[in-house]
Each structure stands twice: as structure tokens, then as C-alpha cells.
């Protein structure tokens, strides 16, 4: 499941983020994307470049959602064969049975048979980022 900014360098897509020094970095875990210009993380298996706003094109923003017997809910990620929803709605809370975990939020894990992906997808400017 992809959430985020993501964008085409060189013809293939990678992640996009902007550090604390406003550098826009691509990552990938993909070694087969990767260079000699691509450095490791310190946590390993994830790579990333700092490149020039101008140097991307095709950029999206993706924010994933899901449909479960028609009502809208949150993904906010996916384990094994589950996604783990999220909600502010009561309504949906309680009749989805999600554990309440502050005054205005509902969250757990379904089977990911029961929820309808999608994927909202919209143009982003990479200049935006800097």
C-alpha cells in the first residue's frame, strides 16, 4: 500500500520526501533503482538521493482509504493478511466494534477481504516541497 508523495526520476518511480534542511530526497528499497549516488540509511535497506525539484516529473500524492460496507474509513497500514483502520466517526466505530483509543477516535485491525482499497490520487507540484 503506498501513502505519500511519489514521483518519476530517470523514468522510475521512487518516494519522495523533503528533509529538515528542505533537500528533497527519493527513496527506494529497490537496490536495482539504485546508483552510486544513492546513499544507505543507517537503519539499512533503504536508499535515498538528494535531487533538484526540476529533475522530477509525474508527481503524485497518494492517500489511501478504505470502503467497508460503504462506510469511508482510514488505512493506516497493512500487516499479513489485515489492514489496521482508523475512524473519528461513532456511528462506524461502534458498529465496526473498534476499540476506542481517545475521545474521538476508533481504531483496530480487519481482514483485508473486508475493506475495499482505494487509492486517492493527486497531481503535487515538487517545487511545493522547498
Known sequence: MKRGIYGKYNNMEYKIIADMDDN??????DRN??????????????FKKIVKPEDLSECINIVPYGLIDGDKVNIMQERD????????NLLIGTKLNLPRVDRD?????????????????KPFNPFNLV
Open 33 to 46: 533503482k539504485i546508483d552510486g549516488s544513492f546513499k544507505e540509511t543507517k537503519r539499512g535497506e533503504l
Open 81 to 88: 493478511d489485515k489492514y489496521q483502520i482508523e475512524t473519528s
Open 24 to 29: 528533497i530526497l527519493i527513496m527506494t528499497k
Open 105 to 121: 477516535s476508533w481504531l483496530g485491525w480487519v481482514p483485508m477481504n473486508k475493506v475495499t482499497l482505494i487509492e486517492e490520487k
